[in-house]
């Protein structure tokens, strides 16, 4: 493509850096930037320069912070002892969001997948076992995609604390919520037979 | 959704006031360039800042541009006394890529759309006037969508320059090359009928 506008051209260039943004998209993006009139470019661009300069990542949980503890792990109301492991940010959010779980979170930053040149090394993992060392009746709460990435990552962590004092849960699997059971593939109906609940707990909310 | 970083809400604010980007979409944007670190955000935020400050439209054209009077039309090489009418610059990146047009452009900066409140005054049709006072055998070429909004973009137009010494044409519509007819649209196929050319000039790359 050929811009009349070499600084158009920049900003084309970075903003299809990101994921699932071709150049296409990317002009479009920038040229409503451009009629919105400047400011609403300034003010994206001061979002982006306060995130790379200012945001870290919790010293406990290693969750994105604005601060060294993140609100969360600087919560005294919290549950000390109930940590869920999780992929990213974007799974506490979502847990969050059900208000049920009161514990605390560990943020792996990915899970482990060879294909991607991922391994144990570039995660968390080594932190959460450091941050179990003394735990006392501690459990931790796997909460990780049903992939063989989340199943193969849970497995590591749950060899790798082997004789420690920790009691090791995982979220359950089966049909979700309001679906019908013709459309559910046979793993996840075989699963939910075999972790079938008493009928009453199936009642609760 | 609740989050754990105000920095980072702020910025998916940001994102999310972008066509087409949701929360969700514009968090995952925002992860990414997080994990790609700060640099990344960074060189993104200057291309920002760098397109409110230093952009603007062409004196003569209305085309995005680093100059006042962008390169096409300083361009001595180019034909004067042919101007292509496009809505806005993405047009006239597409027309410059086929390589066939040597004209210049008048980018009216959208179409005459009574149903999302624009009218002829938020363009640039004036401009265009101006342009064409003391026109002598000049030929205006409209390269418009083929829509309601274009076509009645280019009728007023065409409406307010009766009179003036100006030859207007349009770009030809029918079936794409490639296409096969029987999935073409009635109307198209109607007016590739209407519109038929000599054999000679089809075969013509």
Redesign the interface.
């Known amino acids: 493509?050929?811009?009349?506008?070499?600084?158009?051209e920049?900003?084309v260039?970075?903003?299809s850096?990101?994921?699932?943004?071709g150049r296409k998209?990317a002009?479009?993006?920038?040229?409503?930037?451009?009629r919105r009139g400047?400011?609403?470019?300034?003010?994206?661009?001061?979002?982006?320069?306060?995130?790379?300069?200012?945001?870290m990542h919790?010293r406990i949980c290693s969750?994105?912070?604005?601060t060294e503890i993140?609100?969360?792990c600087a919560n005294p109301g919290r549950d000390d002892r109930l940590i869920c492991v999780v992929e990213?940010?974007?799974d506490?959010?979502a847990i969050?969001?059900t208000g049920q779980f009161k514990g605390r979170y560990h943020v792996l930053g990915g899970l482990i997948s060879p294909l991607d040149g991922i391994g144990p090394s570039q995660l968390t993992i080594d932190d959460l076992v450091e941050r179990l060392k003394d735990s006392e009746g501690h459990e931790l709460l796997f909460a990780l995609g049903a992939t063989v990435e989340g199943d193969s990552t849970a497995f590591f962590i749950f060899r790798k604390l082997q004789g420690m004092k920790v009691r090791m849960t995982a979220i359950s699997r089966g049909i979700g919520v309001g679906d019908q059971l013709e459309y559910a593939d046979e793993v996840t109906l075989a699963r939910s037979i075999k972790h079938r609940i008493p009928f009453e707990d199936s009642l609760k909310r």
Chains 1, 2 share one sequence.
């Open positions: 493509m050929e811009y009349a506008s070499k600084i158009l920049k900003t260039d970075e903003i850096m990101l994921p699932g943004i998209t002009l479009r993006l920038a040229l409503h930037l451009i400047p400011e609403s470019s300034l003010r994206l661009s001061e979002a982006l320069v306060e995130m790379a300069d200012k945001l919790c969750n994105i912070s604005d993140c609100s969360i990213d940010i974007r506490v959010i969050e969001s």
